[in-house]
Nanobody
Framework: QVQLVESGGGLVQPGGSLTLSCAVS????????MGWFRQAPGREREFVAH???????KYADSVRGRFTISRDNASNTGDLQMINLKPEDSAVYYC???????????????WGQGTQVTVSS
């Protein structure tokens, strides 16, 4: 069974840093786009960052300059490096990816289970 597995969340003080990781579990043919979304209590899930299959990143205005998305095509993993974290960055962060899966090879969208990031003093 194909899954996205996230790790790296936790509690950090304002101004601190965290790196979230997303790994593909299971047998796949390949990875197209990868991205991160977040959802705070009482709010809609929102876009954070995206990276396409040639490594071009995009960011939400609220995180640009503080967050960096990257991917390793050899290991089918992706990271979100977060610096200068603010209390308003607190949310459950979800990894998102378009995977080419067996047996058809057609692309499908997958979501991770989410990892909590809390920024508080």
């Amino acid at each position: 069974q194909v899954q996205l597995v996230e790790s790296g969340g936790g509690l950090v003080q304002p101004g601190g840093s965290l790196t979230l990781s997303c790994a593909v579990s299971g047998t796949i043919i390949g990875v197209n786009d990868m991205g991160w979304f977040r959802q705070a209590p009482g709010r809609e899930r929102e876009f954070v960052a995206h990276i396409n299959n040639v490594g071009t990143p995009k960011y939400a205005d609220s995180v640009r300059g503080r967050f960096t998305i990257s991917r390793d095509n050899a290991s089918n993993t992706g990271d979100l490096q977060m610096i200068n974290l603010k209390p308003e960055d607190s949310a459950v962060y979800y990894c998102n990816a378009v995977l080419f899966v067996l047996p058809t090879g057609r692309p499908r969208v997958y979501w991770g289970q989410g990892t909590q990031v809390t920024v508080s003093s």
